[in-house]
């Protein structure tokens, strides 16, 4: 049992999960309406992105500003599946070629290409949304980190990639929809997502995947290679010096948040009922990183948090004055970074003690006031501990 603990990081981080669990799995859906859960959700998927930041930049030292990139093409593989679930010949019959999703006729193209072909199991869509962007990451990771590109640089890169690849979505209308995303998904399996019962299973499909990752996360920074990330995070040459492979452990981190990143879009396709370049560009990767600096990059539940409560007070704000909600997400970052680095997580570990009644400190000493402390009177207790 303690050896389950310590895999996970104790009671404590198992605690935090617990808590999660209960309020994500039993208060919320009790206490909120199905629209507003619907909401919820959809905040959900952003904490997977969090919790990969948390590995791959709290505890990896890799700062990565194209996460979006990753969460895109999990949606949009999961979107592809539906548009074409969606496009059956019989649905597109007042189209001038039926059987192809509505933008590709708009645009002329009068074949499904290649592709989109495989796209039409499930059981591939499933596997190329792990499968797509832990490649597209490997070849990125391997790319730079083997010839030992980090810091900014690889920030700069990777903020590069995630605009090369919305510009490409969005130039190639024809089969990616362009900057409309892929619309109108209503199916998968024949189930419709769209219905309240629907959106209320999507939603705990989604809490239960994120408890998941959080624990695959907690699993990783508690094992013998979560100890390698800290030391290479600090000192990368002396871990290079110890005769491991830096390059294949930034390598393997960096894949395994794209994967939760990429888990992450796929519900959040299923939830919203679309996919767009918008949530694959720069802007909104920033704002991923965003998430995690305000939960606590050291923090695998903070992170969670912190994307749920961001993405909350982005629609609360936004909605009322959606000029200056870009201004309020700089303003966020910079005080977090200035004033309280560790966020949300460290001000709960720094603060939380002292709330603690002076009662309950007493009773774990086993003393009370008035009285004398508690005198050892066993046979291994020497005189001078005694008088102490």
């Given at each position: 049992?303690?050896?389950?603990?310590?895999?996970?990081?104790?009671?404590?981080?198992?605690?935090?999960?617990?808590?999660?669990?209960?309020?994500?799995?039993?208060?919320?859906?009790?206490a909120?309406?199905?629209?507003?859960l619907s909401?919820?959700?959809?905040?959900?998927?952003?904490?997977?992105?969090?919790?990969g930041?948390?590995?791959?930049?709290?505890?990896g030292?890799?700062?990565?500003?194209g996460?979006?990139?990753?969460?895109?093409?999990?949606?949009?593989?999961?979107?592809?599946?539906?548009?074409?679930?969606a496009?059956?010949?019989?649905a597109?019959?007042?189209?001038?070629?039926?059987?192809?999703?509505?933008?590709?006729d708009?645009?002329?193209?009068?074949?499904?290409?290649?592709?989109?072909?495989?796209?039409?199991?499930?059981?591939?869509?499933?596997f190329?949304?792990?499968?797509?962007?832990a490649?597209?990451a490997?070849?990125?990771?391997?790319?730079?980190?083997?010839?030992r590109?980090?810091?900014?640089?690889?920030?700069?890169i990777?903020?590069?990639?995630?605009?090369?690849?919305?510009?490409?979505?969005?130039?190639?209308?024809g089969?990616?929809?362009?900057?409309?995303?892929?619309?109108?998904?209503?199916?998968?399996?024949?189930?419709?997502?769209?219905?309240?019962?629907?959106h209320?299973?999507?939603y705990?499909?989604?809490?239960?995947?994120?408890?998941?990752?959080?624990?695959?996360?907690?699993?990783?920074?508690?094992s013998?290679?979560?100890?390698?990330?800290?030391?290479?995070?600090?000192?990368?040459?002396?871990?290079?010096f110890?005769?491991?492979d830096?390059?294949n452990?930034?390598?393997?981190?960096?894949?395994?948040?794209?994967?939760?990143?990429?888990?992450?879009?796929?519900?959040?396709?299923?939830?919203?009922?679309?996919?767009?370049p918008?949530?694959?560009?720069?802007?909104?990767?920033?704002?991923?990183v965003?998430?995690?600096?305000?939960?606590?990059?050291?923090?695998?539940?903070?992170?969670?948090?912190?994307?749920?409560?961001?993405?909350?007070?982005?629609?609360?704000l936004?909605?009322?004055?959606?000029?200056?909600w870009p201004?309020?997400?700089?303003?966020l970052?910079?005080g977090?970074?200035?004033?309280?680095?560790r966020?949300?997580?460290g001000l709960?570990?720094?603060?939380?003690?002292?709330?603690?009644?002076?009662?309950?400190?007493?009773k774990k000493?086993?003393?009370?006031?008035?009285?004398?402390?508690?005198?050892?009177?066993?046979?291994t207790?020497?005189?001078?501990?005694?008088?102490?």
């Amino acid at each position: 049992m303690q050896r389950f603990l310590k895999a996970f990081g104790g009671p404590t981080r198992l605690i935090q999960i617990t808590v999660i669990a209960v309020l994500l799995i039993i208060v919320l859906p009790l206490a909120t309406d199905i629209f507003r859960l619907s909401l919820f959700g959809k905040y959900l998927t952003y904490a997977f992105v969090a919790v990969g930041l948390v590995l791959c930049w709290g505890y990896g030292g890799i700062l990565s500003l194209g996460q979006g990139v990753f969460f895109g093409l999990g949606g949009y593989c999961m979107a592809m599946f539906l548009k074409l679930e969606a496009s059956t010949p019989e649905a597109t019959k007042i189209q001038s070629t039926p059987g192809i999703p509505d933008f590709m006729d708009w645009n002329q193209i009068t074949a499904l290409p290649w592709f989109w072909q495989p796209f039409h199991s499930f059981a591939f869509t499933v596997f190329a949304i792990i499968a797509v962007p832990a490649f597209f990451a490997w070849l990125i990771g391997y790319a730079m980190f083997k010839r030992r590109v980090g810091g900014v640089y690889f920030a700069i890169i990777t903020q590069a990639v995630a605009t090369i690849l919305t510009i490409l979505i969005i130039g190639q209308q024809g089969y990616t929809g362009g900057i409309n995303g892929i619309t109108d998904l209503r199916t998968m399996l024949g189930w419709d997502i769209r219905t309240d019962s629907a959106h209320y299973i999507l939603y705990f499909a989604c809490c239960v995947a994120l408890i998941l990752c959080l624990l695959i996360g907690e699993f990783v920074i508690n094992s013998r290679f979560g100890r390698l990330l800290i030391a290479m995070r600090d000192q990368e040459d002396r871990v290079r010096f110890s005769g491991y492979d830096v390059a294949n452990m930034k390598v393997f981190v960096f894949v395994l948040a794209s994967v939760f990143a990429a888990i992450g879009g796929a519900f959040f396709t299923l939830q919203v009922g679309f996919m767009s370049p918008t949530f694959v560009g720069a802007v909104a990767s920033i704002e991923m990183v965003v998430f995690c600096a305000v939960g606590g990059r050291l923090s695998i539940a903070g992170a969670a948090c912190g994307a749920f409560v961001v993405s909350w007070a982005k629609t609360s704000l936004s909605d009322s004055f959606p000029q200056v909600w870009p201004v309020v997400m700089g303003a966020l970052f910079i005080g977090v970074v200035m004033f309280f680095p560790r966020g949300m997580a460290g001000l709960v570990a720094d603060y939380a003690p002292r709330l603690i009644p002076r009662r309950v400190n007493r009773k774990k000493t086993g003393t009370r006031r008035g009285a004398p402390h508690a005198v050892s009177t066993t046979a291994t207790t020497t005189p001078q501990e005694q008088h102490s």
